[in-house]
């Protein structure tokens, strides 16, 4: 892989079209491959065709999802996300009975709906969907608290670039 980079810019050519670039390689080489992707910005016009999703997000800042032969998304990562998002997500540990903690998560203005992951009677994993924009972590931590349960975490979850490539290629979703 890293022949075949050099290789291609010896010639120094504008457009360089890089087909899963990180393929086979151990983790400190994908490192200095994805350095050497991101020098080159500015310089060249860089392709870039992977299915290694996480690689797309520390080395593009632009992003084309094709699925079936069309595009079904264009943009940044982050215009992605913007785009698709419904609502912002929080997960929490809480130790205590879940229906006594899902009411009080539930009872806290902008929290949209909280759900229980796992099926532990004292389940302590939750994902808590919020309206967007809004913060609600020190409602939650009060409410949890004052309700006597014991919060082990909580931090909010963005949408990855594998969430928004699962969405806009198994949904009808064009944006």
């Given at each position: ?15 360089l079209i890089l ?30 065709s992977t299915h ?124």
């Open positions: 892989q890293r022949v075949g980079l050099a290789q291609a810019l010896v010639h120094n050519p504008s457009v087909d899963e670039p990180t393929g086979g390689l151990d983790p400190k080489q994908i490192i200095e491959i994805r350095e050497v992707i991101k020098s080159l910005r500015g310089e060249h016009t860089i392709v870039l290694i999703l996480p690689e797309v997000s520390m080395t593009c800042e632009k992003v084309v999802i094709i699925s079936q032969g069309r595009i079904v998304g264009e943009g940044s990562p982050e215009s992605l996300t913007a785009q698709l998002k419904e609502s912002d997500v929080l997960h929490a540990q809480v130790l205590g009975p879940v229906e006594a903690v899902g009411e009080a998560l539930r009872s806290i203005d902008g929290v949209l709906d909280a759900r229980q992951e796992g099926d532990d009677s004292q389940a302590d994993s939750w994902v808590i969907s919020v309206t967007p924009g809004q913060d609600v972590r020190d409602a939650v931590s009060r409410a949890i608290i004052d309700g006597g349960f014991s919060l082990r975490e909580l931090r909010s979850q963005d949408m990855s670039l594998e969430d928004i490539f699962l969405r806009l290629t198994t949904e009808e979703t064009t944006i």
